[in-house]
């Protein structure tokens, strides 16, 4: 079936590494992703990564998938507050019509 | 450049009144588009999608419909709204013809509902 994981809720201090992991379940995704909404606003592509891929690095992002597990990290360098937001991890399976399955987001807060 | 407008931004409504939601895309021919749910403090619910005009894919039954009268309109609708349809709704397209690709969804700046 088709289902994305990931937990509710992360907490760092400014300036500290953030890891947002993420859990799915269809390996015949091409392209997995990230997004980010803020608060009030709609989602915006942050990332993504081809399912080839280990590893995908974005100036302070870096994507990492274990495609053995269904495993996606997100890792936000340098945490600033500017970054608390919901991020949502997400796949395309290719056996799923044109759907993206997005998992329920995890809430980052970002203490000064 | 590709843009997507979603209106109205906020929307207070009494139970049992009728909705319309309205969302456009430019700068694009073809495009799939998406209506998703919202709750607080939840996750997205996809609703409904669209490969093309007319053609509508209903993922959840419930009192909510949509159409797509042109390439780049999506309407999200309801005859009665009930206190349950309270929820931030948002609307997203995607390219045309292609199962996930290097841009994503792009979604708009979504629409906030409360039923009274």
């Known amino acids: 079936g088709e289902d994305v994981e990931q937990s509710l809720f992360l907490s760092v201090r400014e300036g500290d590494s953030s890891v947002i992991n993420c859990t799915y379940t269809?390996?015949?995704?091409?392209?997995l992703y990230w997004y980010k909404q803020e608060p009030g606003a709609g989602l915006q592509l942050l990332t993504y990564i081809f399912s080839n891929m280990d590893m995908k690095q974005d100036q302070r992002l870096t994507v990492l998938l274990n495609k053995k597990d269904k495993h996606l990290s997100l890792r936000i360098a340098d945490t600033q507050t500017g970054d608390s937001a919901i991020y949502f991890c997400?796949?395309?399976?290719?056996?799923?019509?044109?759907?993206?399955?997005f998992g329920a987001g995890t809430r980052l807060f970002v203490k000064a | 450049s590709q843009t997507i407008h979603q209106w109205p931004a906020t929307l207070v409504q009494p139970v049992g009144s009728p909705l319309s939601l309205e969302c456009t895309v430019e700068?694009?021919?073809?495009?799939?588009l998406y209506w998703y749910r919202q709750a607080a403090g939840r996750g997205l619910q996809l609703l409904f999608y669209?490969?093309?005009?007319?053609?509508i894919s209903s993922e959840v039954p419930q009192n909510l419909s949509a159409s797509r009268p042109q390439d780049r309109q999506f309407i999200l609708s309801s005859k009665k709204l009930l206190l349950s349809d309270s929820g931030f709704y948002l609307c997203a397209w995607s390219r045309g013809g292609q199962v996930g690709s290097t841009w994503g969804y792009t979604f708009g700046s979504g629409t906030r509902l409360t039923v009274v």
């Open positions: 700068g694009t021919s073809n495009p799939n």
């Open positions: 669209s490969v093309g005009i007319g053609q």
């Open positions: 269809d390996s015949s995704s091409t392209y």
């Open positions: 997400a796949e395309s399976p290719n056996t799923g019509g044109f759907k993206t399955i």
